[in-house]
């Protein structure tokens, strides 16, 4: 019988973990969201008993962690992009006159 309800307990922690992260409005709502259920998951991985159970878990796990590491990887993302944006448009403008002097 305790099988049936830890079953029931852990899918109704999933169904709210899911609507939490489904209805986050921002970046910091969501990397709290996300550490909370990565803290379950590893809670629950070390009571988990089937195989099965554990692969299911572990793959949570590695996603949520891709997760956060791409939430903190953001800024880092977007100043190289903006480096990346200025260089070319440098070098297109410089391009462009050097065109209009060569004419």
Do not use: P, W
Request: glycine share 0%; hydrophobic share 45%.
């Amino acid at each position: 019988m305790t099988d049936v309800i830890d079953y029931t307990i852990v899918r109704k922690t999933y169904e709210s973990y899911l609507k939490e992260i489904t209805y986050c409005k921002n970046d910091k709502e969501l990397r709290l969201v996300i550490k909370r259920f990565l803290d379950f998951l590893k809670d629950m991985y070390l009571e988990a008993v089937g195989e099965k159970l554990r692969t299911y878990i572990q793959q949570h796990i590695k996603i949520a962690r891709n997760i956060l590491t791409l939430m903190k990887l953001k800024y880092l993302i977007f100043f190289i992009y903006n480096f990346l944006l200025e260089r070319l448009i440098k070098e297109l403008l410089n391009a462009i006159k050097y065109f209009t002097s060569v004419i």
